[in-house]
Protein backbone atom coordinates (compact mmCIF):
# COMPACT_ATOMS: atom_id res chain seq x y z
CA UNK A 1 0.00 0.00 0.00
CA UNK A 2 1.18 3.43 -0.88
CA UNK A 3 1.30 6.22 1.35
CA UNK A 4 1.05 9.74 1.22
CA UNK A 5 4.35 11.77 1.50
CA UNK A 6 4.25 14.64 4.63
CA UNK A 7 3.40 18.19 4.25
CA UNK A 8 7.72 18.57 4.71
CA UNK A 9 10.08 16.33 3.15
CA UNK A 10 11.66 15.88 6.17
CA UNK A 11 8.42 14.79 7.95
CA UNK A 12 7.65 12.23 5.55
CA UNK A 13 10.21 9.59 7.55
CA UNK A 14 8.72 10.36 10.97
CA UNK A 15 5.16 10.03 9.05
CA UNK A 16 6.08 6.83 7.94
CA UNK A 17 6.93 5.28 11.60
CA UNK A 18 3.89 6.82 12.86
CA UNK A 19 1.72 5.07 10.06
CA UNK A 20 3.47 1.91 10.75
CA UNK A 21 2.88 1.95 14.58
CA UNK A 22 -0.79 3.06 14.66
CA UNK A 23 -1.70 0.74 11.84
CA UNK A 24 0.44 -1.89 14.10
CA UNK A 25 -2.01 -0.81 17.25
CA UNK A 26 -4.87 -0.48 15.32
CA UNK A 27 -5.08 -4.28 14.05
CA UNK A 28 -3.31 -5.80 17.18
CA UNK A 29 -5.23 -3.88 20.03
CA UNK A 30 -7.71 -1.42 19.10
CA UNK A 31 -9.50 -4.27 16.94
CA UNK A 32 -9.41 -6.33 20.23
CA UNK A 33 -10.93 -3.76 22.20
CA UNK A 34 -7.77 -2.05 23.70
CA UNK A 35 -8.54 1.57 23.04
CA UNK A 36 -5.20 2.66 24.63
CA UNK A 37 -3.03 4.39 22.01
CA UNK A 38 -0.73 5.60 23.82
CA UNK A 39 1.95 3.14 22.60
CA UNK A 40 1.86 5.41 19.54
CA UNK A 41 1.68 8.80 21.15
CA UNK A 42 5.56 9.93 21.58
CA UNK A 43 5.78 9.32 17.37
CA UNK A 44 2.85 11.29 17.16
CA UNK A 45 4.27 14.11 18.89
CA UNK A 46 7.25 14.25 17.39
CA UNK A 47 5.69 14.03 14.12
CA UNK A 48 2.90 16.48 14.97
CA UNK A 49 5.80 18.96 15.60
CA UNK A 50 7.65 18.78 12.40
CA UNK A 51 4.60 19.67 10.28
CA UNK A 52 3.74 22.56 12.49
CA UNK A 53 7.33 23.66 11.59
CA UNK A 54 6.99 23.10 8.17
CA UNK A 55 3.72 24.36 7.90
CA UNK A 56 5.11 27.79 9.32
CA UNK A 57 7.80 27.94 7.04
CA UNK A 58 5.04 27.36 4.19
CA UNK A 59 3.96 30.19 5.61
CA UNK A 60 0.83 28.21 6.37
CA UNK A 61 -1.82 29.36 9.02
CA UNK A 62 -3.11 27.10 11.52
CA UNK A 63 -6.51 28.95 11.72
CA UNK A 64 -6.31 28.46 7.81
CA UNK A 65 -6.57 24.78 8.01
CA UNK A 66 -9.19 25.08 10.98
CA UNK A 67 -11.68 27.13 9.30
CA UNK A 68 -14.43 25.37 8.03
CA UNK A 69 -15.00 25.87 4.47
CA UNK A 70 -17.11 23.10 3.10
CA UNK A 71 -21.02 25.17 2.82
CA UNK A 72 -19.68 28.73 2.84
CA UNK A 73 -18.98 31.01 0.23
CA UNK A 74 -15.14 30.78 1.14
CA UNK A 75 -15.53 27.38 -0.79
CA UNK A 76 -16.44 28.29 -4.01
CA UNK A 77 -13.41 30.96 -4.22
CA UNK A 78 -9.80 30.17 -6.06
CA UNK A 79 -6.84 29.94 -3.31
CA UNK A 80 -4.57 32.67 -4.14
CA UNK A 81 -0.93 31.63 -5.74
CA UNK A 82 1.86 30.70 -3.35
CA UNK A 83 4.55 32.89 -4.36
CA UNK A 84 6.47 29.92 -5.25
CA UNK A 85 6.85 27.71 -7.77
Known sequence: MQTMNSIGDNCTELKKKYDTCFNQWFSDRFLKGDADDSVCAPLFRVYQQCVKDAMKA????????????????????????????
Open 58 to 85: HQIEFKEIETDHLGSEREQKVPPKSGSS
